[in-house]
Every structure is written in C-alpha cells, then in structure tokens.
C-alpha cells in the first residue's frame, strides 16, 4: 500500500516537474520547445495556418490555460484576443510573456492610427518573428522566463538556448550562399505581413493586395496593381494559406503574374515543421518564384 503511494506520489511530481507553456502562435510554442526541452509542454493557440490576428476565443483554450504556468504573447497589439483566453482561464500563477519584450519595432506610425487605415497596430508592426535575429531575441526572452520558473534546470535551458542560436548562425550563413540572388527582388505581397523578413534577406514589398492592412481587395485596387504590375513588370505575388487566391489568381489573368504561397508561421505549410525550416521554406519558394 504505501509503496503504492509513494509510487503514485512520484509519477505525479515527474508529471507536475514539466512547465507548461501555452503561446498564442506556433512559433512561439516551437522555440520554446527548443528551449525548454524535455522540461516542458508546448501548445499553440492559433495554428500555423491560421490568421493570427483574428482567433476565435473559446472556452476550451481558457481551460488549457488554467493549468498552464507560462502563456508566451506575441504582443505589439497581434493577439489581443489571448488577453481574454488568459483573463478567462483565471489562473493567478500564470506567467504572461510578452515575446516582442526586445524587439526593435518597424513601422510604428508617425500620426494618430484610425479605422480607416485598415488594421495598423500603433506600436508598429508586429509580424517580428520573421527576422531570424528576431528569432533569437524572442528565444532570449522566453530563456530567462523559464529560468526563473524553472531554476533547477537553468543551466538546460542556457544550454538549449546556445544550440538554437547557433543553429540559427549556421542557417544564416548557408542563406547567404544560397539566397543571394533573392537580393533586391521587388513583389507584391497579399498582407503587410513580411517587412522583418524583407529587411534581413534584402527584399522589396512594392504593394500589398489589400488596399489597407485587413480590408478585402476593391477592383479599384485591382485595377491599380494591375498597372503597376504592367509598368514595373513585377513578376511575383505571395501570400499565406488563410487567404482567398480569388483577388491573386484575377492578377495573374490579367498579367500573367506568379502567384506563390509563402508560411508565415511554424506548420502553415507542410515541410514547416520548425522555425529554421519555415524560414528556409520561404527562401526555397521565393527562389523558385523568381527563376524564370
Ligand atoms: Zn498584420
């Protein structure tokens, strides 16, 4: 009998001794699987397919929640919609982590943000995670988070956190000899969802397929891009699996545009299975795009 409970006592602390880490988006709940390791859980609210602007709150995230003791925010005004997950979970020892804690934002606007401007976020742009130097700050910040909770297995986590970030190094260097051509390339975006990617691999978004960041496509936008498409012989259009191709595919009609379908999370698209990877994939894609 006592062995018994001893034995039920122990599986249960083995059980309780792994953090559980709730995120808001796929990429976040993969680097910090990558950091935590065999010490914690990961779950993602949206999936890697999904827009994360717009989820839909439902009660059962708010029980995952519950027993969760971290929740990673992608923050920047993204997924508000987590605060009402986490409010509603009512879980005081919760940990809320805002991952965009040492982001360098883009984009911030200069005037006063209204309806009209579509879904701009006044604290800039918060699709960061696309910046593999993003990567590695979003990978710092959970670091330090889990440390704190978890100090038994610091050193783990500091060990977890060097491989990924070199990882990362490794994949930057092999980016540069692959990728190089992509360099100054020009296209046409569906959303405002890649300027981080753009800075860091030198590309060039010259017009988004939404006429405002979260409005649907007017045929007098249409009609603009197909002009522009025709004037500045703009050969690609990319845009993420949660879209309509209805607004693209027209373009490609009237132009013969290349319209290719870019991840911009962790899972939006089979062979995106980790961070590193999803970013690779883009590359690939893009790549492809772009060889005649
Ligand atoms: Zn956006």
Request: glycine share 6%.
């Amino acid at each position: 009998m006592l062995y018994r409970i001893i034995l039920v006592l122990a599986l249960s602390l083995s059980l309780q001794a792994k953090i559980s880490v709730v995120a808001s988006t796929s990429d976040l709940a993969d680097i910090a699987g990558q950091i935590g390791g065999k010490h914690v859980t990961t779950l993602s609210i949206a999936r890697g397919s999904q827009d994360p602007h717009y989820v839909e709150v439902l009660p059962s995230y708010m029980i995952k929640v519950k027993r969760a003791d971290m929740y990673l925010m992608v923050g920047m005004e993204l997924d508000q919609w987590a605060e009402q997950i986490i409010d509603g979970s009512r879980n005081s020892d919760l940990r809320i982590v805002d991952c965009s804690a040492d982001i360098t934002p883009l984009e911030v606007p200069t005037r006063k943000v209204d309806a009209s401007m579509g879904d701009i976020h006044p604290n800039g742009n918060p699709h960061y995670w696309l910046d593999p130097d993003n990567g590695k700050a979003i990978a710092r910040t959970i670091a330090v988070h889990l440390k704190q909770i978890d100090p038994e297995h610091g050193e783990t986590y500091d060990q977890n956190l060097l491989t990924f970030i070199e990882s990362l190094t490794t994949l930057e260097k092999e980016w540069v000899e692959r990728f190089s051509d992509l360099r100054g390339k020009r296209l046409i975006y569906y959303h405002n969802t890649w300027p981080y990617f753009n800075r860091y691999f030198g590309l060039e978004a010259v017009a988004f397929v939404e006429p405002n960041p979260g409005i649907m496509p007017t045929p007098t936008h249409l009609d603009h891009l197909i002009h522009l498409i025709q004037e500045q012989n703009i050969q690609v259009i990319a845009m993420e699996p949660y879209f309509s191709d209805k607004a693209p595919n027209y373009l490609t009609r009237k132009t013969g545009i290349v319209v290719v379908g870019l991840a911009q999370s962790v899972d939006a698209r089979k062979g995106t299975e980790t961070y590193q990877r999803m970013l690779t994939y883009n590359l690939e894609i893009l790549q492809k795009a772009f060889t005649p």
